[in-house]
């Protein structure tokens, strides 16, 4: 098997950030806010409505691999494979749209592979701690 691939998430809004979570209402989540440019980074931007349907299938495939309720012999193995691909291509990382959203609440993910100590840099610090209770949010 090979080994995962290393790798941070961020969500472009609270709001998807609620979506994938899943949290039940009441449910405290604590945020870190992060500000980084997605040109300082080589970032696939694989959220574009304008790509081939086959890319969309492949982004599709590995996405569903994983979700509750939903029979895969893969788990997260497709989806590993396919950011190792991106990966090898020459990406730091790739954009990606969020699959929980709905035609009111369209967000993106920003997947970073193996970001070392570079979050630091990138973090608020203090000034980007919170938490939202879900269910405040409405999404």
Not at 26 to 53: E, N, W
Not at 66 to 90: D, K, N, T
Request: glycine share 8%; charged share 20%; proline share 6%.
């Amino acid at each position: 098997m090979m080994p995962l691939v290393p790798l941070r998430s961020t969500c472009d809004c609270v709001e998807g950030v609620l979506r994938e979570l899943a949290p039940k209402p009441g449910t405290r989540i604590f945020l870190q806010d992060y500000r980084f440019s997605p040109s300082a980074l080589r970032l696939a931007d694989v959220s574009s409505v304008h790509l081939t349907d086959f890319v969309k299938a492949v982004f599709d495939q590995a996405e569903n691999s994983s979700v509750e309720g939903r029979v895969s012999p893969s788990g997260y193995a497709f989806s590993q494979i396919v950011g190792q691909l991106v990966l090898e291509a020459g990406f730091e990382g790739m954009v990606v749209p969020g699959v929980r959203g709905d035609p009111n609440l369209q967000y993106r993910n920003i997947v970073v592979f193996d970001p070392h100590g570079r979050w630091i840099t990138w973090s608020c610090q203090d000034d980007g701690f919170r938490y939202v209770v879900a269910g405040d949010v409405a999404v």
